[in-house]
């Protein structure tokens, strides 16, 4: 059937909906219809010996079927051939002839309306050629960079003497995003059509040249230790594929959580240094020792409580409250006691407790059973803090109390940072006894 721009138009036609392709006049494409209300518009086509138009569906409104969720403008063509298929749908071979806009709707299931040719503004024949001339060699320069272009189609875009048609192979080839595909192709004024899709190929050639610039410095880049490195990730690809165990990379990120929650609370230094040993552990082989030893100070380390630190200040009332309500006598242990507490208060009401806050020695010697861990004990109850108790009794080895060198195997924190862990706090009352 052929389609005389001149004579028939606007007229009512039937209206199908395509979900995915989105056609050009030029092509002959097949269609699969399943739904119903393409099923009717096919052969109403096909009784009235009409031709037919092919609208795109707008973005997430595929399996749209009114006309709220359709673009007003597609492609009028004619029906080629039609064949059932097993499976209940219609594989139809459609050839598009020329560009149609829905003017008015005249019906639903199937959809019918009254559409009219879209008419192309030209600029002259000059500007025309200009802009064609350089559209082709950006298009020419694009190809270098990508597969969008197969040699055919390029020929075919040089040899072309009609602008329009180039602009629909170009725009085909390009895989735009519907939208935007759409916004050329009811474009009407020419000159400004080629104008877009020529920015549209610029910045596609600007856009690939600097994926290909990143490639290249990546791959000028890549050494021994990061090719070793890669060769691991991909071995941990291989590995997630075949269902092997994902728990070390789950352990890793666990360990950053920790650490980013416990950020604001620690030194910088520690931070940084703490950060450097989780990358190091996510680049060694998980079944090294020097892996399992570095895991295991990390697994100390995140632990220790850096985000709780007792607040309370001291009051000389409260702590002579508490070492009287425990003790009995003993009036010159409490005595020295509440003498150091008045102090800090002074010190505090003069502004300067800042300066002397950071903790404090105190010695107390007596035989077993006079009451110097229970004066501790008093101490933390007026301070809110917890009481940590080291025996050293029997202690041989000082690492035993600051803790060993984590490249030992089976090297632990010394006794004050495993009292901290199990406080659960920065600054409980330690006793050394």
């Known amino acids: 059937m052929q389609i005389n721009e001149n004579k028939g138009f606007p007229t009512e036609i039937p209206i199908i909906v395509e979900d995915e392709l989105f056609l050009y ?15 009717k518009a096919l052969e109403l086509a096909i009784q009235e010996e009409t031709p037919i138009l092919v609208v795109p569906t707008k973005p997430q409104q595929d399996g749209a079927r009114d006309f709220d969720g359709i673009y007003d403008a597609g492609v009028i063509g004619t029906i080629m051939r039609r064949v059932p298929l097993p499976d209940g749908r219609v594989k139809v071979l459609f050839q598009g002839i020329d560009k149609g ?115 290249n410095k990546v791959h000028s880049k890549i050494d021994k230790t990061n090719k070793e490195y890669f060769l691991k990730e991909q071995l941990k690809q291989i590995q997630a594929e075949l269902g092997a165990d994902t728990s070390r990379e789950e352990e890793l990120e666990e360990y950053r959580k920790k650490l980013d929650a416990k950020k604001k609370f620690m030194a910088e230094d520690a931070y940084k240094e703490i950060k450097k040993q989780i990358d190091k552990l996510s680049r060694m082989h998980p079944d090294s ?4 030893t570095l895991q295991s100070y990390l697994d100390w380390v995140l632990e220790i409580p850096f985000e709780n630190i007792a607040k309370k200040k001291s009051s000389i009332a409260e702590v002579s409250k508490h070492l ?47 009451g ?62």
């Open 101 to 215: 806009k829905i003017l008015k709707q005249s019906g639903i299931n199937p959809l019918r309306g009254i559409v009219d040719m879209l008419h192309v503004k030209r600029p002259s024949q000059v500007k025309t050629d200009a802009l064609i001339v350089v559209l082709r060699e950006k298009v020419r320069e694009l190809s270098q960079f990508s597969h969008f272009f197969p040699p055919d189609l390029l020929k075919t875009i040089e040899e072309s003497a009609e602008a329009i048609r180039v602009c629909d192979l170009v725009s085909s080839a390009l895989r735009l995003k519907k939208q935007i595909a759409y916004s050329f192709f009811v474009e009407e004024n020419l000159e400004q059509r080629l104008l877009k899709l020529i920015d549209y190929v610029i910045e596609e050639i600007e856009a690939n040249k600097l994926q290909k610039e990143i490639k």
């Open 372 to 433: 110097k861990t229970s004066l501790a004990n008093s101490i933390a109850k007026a301070l809110k803090r917890e009481l940590v108790r080291i025996a050293l009794g029997g202690l041989e080895d000082v690492n035993e109390l600051r803790g060993h060198r984590r490249t030992y195997i089976g090297a632990m924190p010394g006794r004050i940072v495993q009292g901290l862990i199990e406080a659960k706090q920065m600054n409980p009352v330690v006793v050394l006894d």
């Open 289 to 292: 020792a020097d892996a399992n």
């Open 324 to 370: 009287n309500a425990d003790h009995y006598s003993l009036e010159k242990p409490k005595e020295r006691i509440e003498e150091y507490f008045a102090l800090r208060e002074l010190l505090e009401l003069r502004g300067v407790g800042e300066k002397v806050n950071n903790g404090a020695i105190l010695c107390f010697a007596g035989p077993p059973g006079v």
């Open 25 to 39: 006049p030029f092509m002959i494409t097949p269609l699969f219809l399943s739904d119903d209300e393409n099923l």
